[in-house]
């Protein structure tokens, strides 16, 4: 099983300023990452797959870039809205078996 | 745009089996191109795979659930289910259907709170 490992566990900062958020797996996944964004009491939202492709009406200000085991998250500028738990994901095509990250809260500071 | 609902019990007694289904709209299963899937995430934890269905009905499941998972498909009402057998305390969660394709999963269910209690 693939772990993903995403660091930090919380992220402190304030709007207009930019996050970074990091995804490591322990073994290649190529370009099989997504990234989603979850709110208290929402479903996770997909903001990014295949590593770098946004998802239909995700803004601009989001991000995604890497390949094979590390993998970035980038809000260019934080809106209030943003504030969240991010999540990553990667896809194991055989056998078949996606994993999550354990979560980066990214918190106001 | 397609919406997945999910619908079942919100409580299920422990060693009875816990069953959702997943009522989609807006698009059909059968179209084909994308997996059908499950998601749960424990209380206050991170999100865990549970497995995903193709409208053939080729299943694959978590390895650390296969045992107890089953996920089917009904295309003439454009559902998926999930049947979990013999549930604990420790399947006590909220359960999210979602489409996946490519790497990545959307949209999502709202998510359906499933506790596990006598």
């Known amino acids: 099983e693939i772990v993903l490992t995403q660091s930090p566990a919380t992220l402190s900062l304030s709007p207009g300023e930019r996050a970074t958020l990091s995804c490591r797996a322990s073994q290649s996944v190529s370009s099989y990452l997504a990234w989603y964004q979850q709110k208290p009491g929402q479903a996770p939202r997909l903001l990014i797959y295949d590593a770098s492709n946004r998802a239909t009406g995700i803004p601009a200000r989001f991000s995604g870039s890497g390949s094979g085991t590390d993998f970035t998250l980038t809000i260019s500028s934080l809106e209030p809205e943003d504030f969240a738990v991010y999540y990553c994901q990667q896809r194991s095509n055989w056998p078949p078996l996606d994993t999550f990250g354990q979560g980066t809260k990214l918190e106001i500071k | 745009q397609v919406q997945l609902q999910e619908s079942g019990p919100g409580l299920v007694k422990p060693s009875q089996t816990l069953s959702l289904t997943c009522t989609v709209s807006g698009g059909s299963i059968s179209s084909g191109g994308y997996y059908w899937s499950w998601i749960r995430q424990h209380p206050g934890k991170g999100l865990e795979w549970i497995g995903y269905i193709y409208y053939s009905g080729s299943t694959y499941y978590n390895p650390s659930l296969k045992s107890r998972v089953t996920i089917s498909v009904d295309t003439s009402k454009n559902q998926f289910s999930l049947k979990l057998s013999s549930v604990t305390a420790a399947d006590t969660a909220v359960y999210y259907c979602?489409?996946?394709?490519?790497?990545?999963?959307?949209?999502w269910g709202q998510g359906t709170l499933v506790t596990v209690s006598s």
């Open positions: 979602a489409r996946a394709h490519s790497s990545g999963y959307g949209p």
